[in-house]
Every structure is written in structure tokens, then in C-alpha cells.
């Protein structure tokens, strides 16, 4: 248990479907991310918020819709995907993207299995 | 090539040791991490060091820095089954953003 909790483990989603994953924190960290992990690539940032606000998003489309409501909470809605879509999606948080010197490792929630048929 | 770059694939024995090995680019890195994940989970920080040590150990694993030749290592003594898992090198820098970077991860299978 890491701290991060990640719901659901599992989706099966249609193409025309729409879903959220959903990710949470509650170690009052300041920033969250968004990692995809699809086989035989490197880890994969797709977005990252800092104190609720989006500091980096890597070229990712805009079928993948990120939300942070609240520093504890991020969002990643999905529509319209695509079956290269399917991968583990991994959220983590860390105490800040900002701060030097500072304990910076991130925590991984175990990651969503998500599967577009 | 890539910022972070690691074997993709490692098999040892039980009981022997595991070398796993990552090289970097970024010059400016600050924090060096070794993540494990196990099948089916996410990962999980085994452990880390900063760019101004050479070795840190705990316990069964030793990690070695060499930041001229921008290589990192993680060393598992007595390697177990149970050691049978992914690990994600990764880096964060100082030039802005500590947002980690990481390796493709590294398979290691330890077989009886």
C-alpha cells in the first residue's frame, strides 16, 4: 500500500464508450501524474498537475482528458479510444515538481488495466 | 536515443547475485531511483540515491553511482524468487521540474 489508490483496477471499455479512471492521495503531496505504460515502451508521461494546476501535458490526444479537482484527487477521462489505447495506467504524486533539495521520490498507485475493444 | 536507458532483460540463479545496470544522459541529475514492480501492481520505490554519493546499501541491495560515466547500478545479494520482478530506473533533474524520467525497466527472472 503506497498511499495511492487507483480505481478501477480493470476496465473494458467499446470505442464509443466514455469512462474516468480515477486516482487518490492522501499524503499531502502536491503533485500527481498520469503515466502510461504500454508493453515493451518506457514509462510514458502524459500529464502532470501541480497544486491542481497542469504544468506539463507531452503531446498527449485529446481523447485522454485529465481532471484535478483538489490536490488529492486527478481524474483521466477517456472517449473515443483507440485499441493502441490499451495499457496499465499508472497514477503517482509526489510532494512537489518545485521544490530543490527536497525528498522528490513519487508513489505509484498499482495502475488501471485498461483494455479497448 | 533515450534519456533513460536500461537491458531489457536479466536471469540469474537463486542465491546468486543481480547486477541490473542503467546509464543517463541528463548531467544535471540530482535523485537516482531504483523502482520494483511486481506482476499485475504498480510500482514501488525500492530505493534511492543523490548525485553526491557514490554507493548507498540497505540491506540486500546496493546501489553505485558513477556520475562522470553517467551509470547507475543496483546490486541484489542472495537474489529470491520472490525478487522475480520489473525495475524501473529513473532520474529527476535540476533544471526545473523534478519530474521523474525513467528507463524501460529491466525483467529480472531468478530461477531455482
Known amino acids: 500500500e503506497t498511499g495511492v489508490t487507483q480505481t478501477p483496477r480493470h476496465l473494458v471499455m467499446g470505442m464509443t464508450n466514455k469512462k474516468s479512471l480515477k486516482c487518490e492521495q492522501h499524503?499531502?503531496?502536491?503533485?500527481m501524474y498520469w503515466y502510461k505504460q504500454s508493453a515493451k515502451k518506457p514509462l510514458e508521461l502524459m500529464f502532470v498537475y501541480s497544486l491542481e494546476e497542469r504544468v506539463e501535458n507531452n503531446s498527449v490526444p485529446s481523447r485522454f482528458s485529465p481532471e484535478c479537482p483538489n490536490s488529492s484527487h486527478l481524474f483521466l477521462h477517456l472517449h473515443t479510444l483507440q485499441p493502441e489505447d490499451s495499457a496499465l495506467y499508472l497514477c503517482?504524486?509526489?510532494?512537489?515538481?518545485?521544490?530543490?533539495?527536497?525528498?522528490?521520490?513519487?508513489?505509484f498507485g498499482q495502475g488501471t488495466r485498461l483494455t479497448v475493444v | 536515443g533515450e534519456d533513460v536507458e536500461q537491458s531489457l532483460f536479466l536471469s540469474v540463479r537463486e542465491g546468486d547475485s543481480s547486477v541490473i545496470n542503467c546509464t543517463y544522459t541528463d548531467s544535471s541529475s540530482t535523485y537516482l531511483y531504483w523502482y520494483k514492480q511486481e506482476p499485475g501492481a504498480g510500482l514501488q520505490l525500492l530505493t534511492y540515491?543523490?548525485?553526491?554519493?557514490d554507493m548507498k546499501q540497505d540491506q540486500r541491495l546496493t546501489v553505485l553511482l558513477n556520475k562522470k560515466d553517467k551509470h547507475l547500478s543496483l546490486r541484489i545479494a542472495d537474489t529470491q524468487t520472490g525478487d522475480s520482478a520489473i525495475y524501473f530506473c529513473?532520474?529527476?533533474?535540476?533544471?526545473?521540474?523534478?519530474?521523474?524520467?525513467f528507463g524501460r525497466g529491466t525483467s529480472l527472472i531468478v530461477h531455482p
Open positions: 529513473a532520474e529527476t533533474s535540476s533544471g526545473g521540474s523534478y519530474i521523474p524520467t
Open positions: 540515491i543523490f548525485s553526491n554519493m
Open positions: 503517482a504524486s509526489s510532494p512537489s515538481v518545485e521544490l530543490p533539495g527536497a525528498d522528490t521520490e513519487a508513489f
Open positions: 499524503l499531502g503531496h502536491n503533485a
